[in-house]
């Protein structure tokens, strides 16, 4: 058994990539040469403290021609007990815009599954989201339940494309936006069920679900929700406030 009380990592970079097989490369080493049913040693190895110092994480998915690059990562994370679980909390930048995180690994239960939570934040965006629930064993799904909160959704939906950004703006012109459903997510998309976004006095149910493109395909996104609940005076009254007013310069749709 080994046991380390801190280790510093200096500019690490991990590369994660989905092969043109669809297999994963960070499952090739565990199942090559190996019986299907063996399990690799657990308590071996503990560290105490990993202080992780411009770090940078990158995803490529050879199938669909995608990658994701996140990088300037500074992050502490720490054991909090004997049983493997971690702790950790840091910052990370995403194309150019930088975000807090935080996040809680449990150990693995006798199916594999890791239970795991994850909160971000955008600073000075009045925005933020987490995740609570379990990872596969092989770290290809999550399943649980996501919360997300935007103090301010103009700003995000300038973040959206612009059909997208039409249709939101349309809906939710401005104020602040709840929304909280159960989440599945799997290498191919995404899955929220039981869903439920509130924005001031209006409120909307269904489902949403996406599935990944396939090489260079754009992201295909099917959406049911039914609005309960409709606030028309203040709609109406969100919707002249943010009209631009005649002659006005800047105004950006």
Do not use: C
């Not at 600073?123 to 064993?137: F, Q």
């Not at 191919?188 to 209006?202: F, H, Q, S, Y």
């Amino acid at each position: 058994r080994i046991r380390a009380e801190s280790v510093i990592l200096e500019a690490p970079v991990i590369t994660l990539e989905t092969l043109a097989d669809g297999r994963f490369n960070w499952r090739l080493r565990r199942n090559e040469g190996r019986h299907p049913t063996a399990r690799p040693p657990r308590d071996t190895v503990r560290l105490d403290k990993i202080e992780v110092k411009d770090g940078v994480i990158v995803y490529r998915d050879t199938r669909r021609g995608a990658r994701y690059r996140i990088e300037a990562i500074a992050a502490d994370i720490r054991a909090e007990s004997r049983s493997g679980a971690y702790r950790g909390r840091g910052r990370a930048a995403l194309n150019g815009t930088a975000f807090d995180f935080a996040f809680d690994l449990g150990r693995a239960g006798a199916d594999d599954r890791v239970p795991a939570t994850l909160s971000l934040s955008l600073p000075g965006a009045r925005m933020r989201g987490g995740i609570n629930g379990e990872i596969a064993g092989d770290a290809t799904g999550f399943r649980g339940q996501l919360q997300f909160e935007a103090g301010d959704i103009a700003r995000l939906w300038r973040t959206l494309p612009a059909p997208a950004r039409a249709a939101a703006r349309l809906l939710a012109p401005s104020g602040s936006l709840t929304a909280k459903g159960r989440l599945s997510a799997t290498t191919k998309g995404v899955r929220l069920a039981d869903l439920v976004i509130e924005t001031g006095d209006n409120r909307m149910v269904g489902a949403l679900a996406a599935t990944y493109g396939v090489r260079g395909k754009p992201v295909s996104v099917g959406a049911t929700l039914k609005l309960t609940r409709l606030d028309v005076d203040s709609w109406l009254a969100k919707r002249r406030a943010d009209r631009p007013r005649p002659g006005a310069r800047g105004a950006s749709s």
